[in-house]
């Protein structure tokens, strides 16, 4: 049962620095920032030995440092771990969901019943799959540099630096004659600061060994996501195979925990958080709060409304069209766009970025050197952002614009019809041309409760932005949206991939939906020319900056979240919220808690094979828990460890306090949440008796079937 999209506009997040955090009670000219206010995502290459060694009492010297980093894996838009010398890989449910859903066979349906290979052969091949282990990680700053520094334009030395960093990257791969699986990244830090070379072998033959069922993976759905307390069995299991098509034999891999964690017990987060804007200026963070991030969110909020409005009408067609995956994943990223807005209308937090701000012009100031070289940037950067500001209206009119999943097949053919069009005017060459009409005609229908859903969608976002007399309102010719859909509908011969078929060599230029998007698509061109222009500008002012700031704080200030690989420490601990206290972690009872309190269908059912509670489960194993440790979009998957390198859970989600992550890292009151190992054996075990998978966790070697692994347990 799908539930109505929660609010997310909350004290909580007016609160994220307590109940003494509001404009009445807090002097704001007194705040000053924190000293991880900048977070604590930590790089390999600038590990911070010294900092673990005396904040959590052990020795984090270089070789703990490089068995976590090659323990740890990226797989696409997720992050995993190796947890036996066989290649056997632990992540999310919810990282794998996609996959499992694509690896479905006739009469099957792994999404909804989960999935077991019961022996070595049943595991299954993802298609287009891979992942990713750092083999190394350094700084090549100087290197870069050395070529950036001799240009003299900012084109200049976005060209430099592309050459610079394709000259670093054919360096490192001289390292490795022959081998094909070798991928060598240079990624920016600070804004480009800082430049670090990240090698990683790839291993593309990844296979599916098991998924719980989504009601498990997902427990609660939609409406719990971003809170907590949380009951979710978010985890899945993968092999990672070698050219000769066996299991992948590796020595870095981390020991399953038998006990788990307690509070106050530190852990490390290992993954790849993707970007965030911490390092933005104070104006650069008043732009994106006050006319970027507004339409933005309002698009994602409309296209979920669709998609979740069609999947109530017909939810055996959604589950054919993956739907509720699409729709999980416009909410996620929706809600992200809730809490940044918020984050960022709290003045607390804004006084903050503040301080630090003037604490950094300072340092600049109080050096001549520094303040000749780079005393005016966070002021040549405030001057950028009139110009950002006048692009902000059109936003939220060309939002997913031509998004498959979330645009209607007929504004994705009109879309693709006007390039086709726009190309045979400039006479480009017959195989471009037909490329382009070959697009045109690949564009399927969609189920017409959707198809109508989604343009009605569109249409609104063009007449919220354009006014009366405008060519764009004029071409849509309708005052509502709903109207103007239905004329389309009907008058377009783009309306059914049929009918395009039998124009895609000369589409009318008079057809209805044609117009719209030929009166739209110049000023989508203007608008991202304009973008590109302020974007080249910003990004060598934001450079300059971040060499400022690590000439000031050295790497005491980690860099933004880039994807790359980070390690960040945390502890396991509880915080108060709504009047109440958040336990450090919960358990299988409180499952059962939320199934009998709210019932079937709704997002706390529980499958079959969980009711009655199978009799061996134990109900006060610990499930979920939390920590303070920094992680954002990108971490899920992520390996929490101890400093023993135990793997204790798996990172999947934030709650609502921690949405202001993006921006700035408040360890008060963010907490991120973990999927305990102690839950995952006791369900393998338990419930859905994945003898194979048990013994090769205790017993740390590959077993090719269920009656091999049975007789090596008993």
Known sequence: MIKPLPSLRVAGLALLLGASATTAQVNLDTIRPGRFDF????????????????????????????????????????????????????????????????????????????????????????????????????????????????????????????????????????????????????????????????????????????????????????????????????????RVYGADGKPVRTDHYFGWSEQGVQEDDVVFVIGNPASTNRLLTTTQLETRRDVMLPPLERAYDQRIRALWDFYREDPQTGNQLDLRNAAFGLSNTWKQYVGQIDALDNEVIMARKAAAERELQDSLNAKPALRERYGTLIARIAALQPRARELGPLYGAFALWGSGAHESALFQRAIAAHALLEASARNVPADSSAALAAQLTRIGDKPAGLERRQLIVRLQDLLATFPAGHPVRQAIGAASAEAAADRLLAQSVLATAAGTARVAQAVPRTDPALAIVAAAVPILNDLTAKQRQLAVQESDLAAQLGRARFEVYGTAVPSDGTGSPRIADGVVKSYEYNGTLAPPYTTFYGVYDLYYAHGPDTDWNLPARWLPPPPDLDLSTPLNFISTADTYGGNSGSPAVTRNLELVGLNFDRNIEGLSRNFIFLPERGRNIMVDVRAIREALDDVYDADRIVMELRNHRVYASEAEADAAKK
């Open 39 to 238: 977070g604590r995502m930590w790089t390999f290459e600038y590990a911070p030995a010294k900092y673990f060694t005396e904040t959590y009492g052990f020795t984090a010297d270089q070789a703990w440092f490089d068995r976590a980093r090659m323990s740890a894996l990226r797989i696409p838009g997720c992050s995993a771990s190796f947890v036996s010398p066989d290649g056997l890989v632990v992540t999310n449910h919810h990282c794998i969901r996609g996959a499992v859903a694509r690896l479905s066979q006739p009469g099957e349906d792994l999404l909804d019943n989960g999935f077991y290979a019961r022996t070595l052969a049943e595991e299954r091949r993802i298609p287009g799959y891979y992942a990713d282990q750092l083999l190394s990680a350094e700084d090549v700053s100087a290197e870069l540099f050395a070529v950036i520094d001799q240009a003299t334009t900012e084109e200049a030395r976005v060209q430099a630096r592309q050459e610079a960093a394709r000259a670093v990257q054919a360096r490192i791969a001289q390292r490795y004659p022959g081998d094909s699986s070798i991928q060598v990244q240079v990624v920016p830090l600070y804004h480009g600061g800082r430049y670090s070379a990240y090698t990683f072998r790839r291993y593309t033959d990844v296979r599916l060994v098991s998924a719980v069922e989504l009601q498990l993976g997902f427990f609660g759905g939609d409406p719990d996501n971003f809170t907590y307390p949380r009951h979710d069995l978010d985890f899945g299991f993968l």
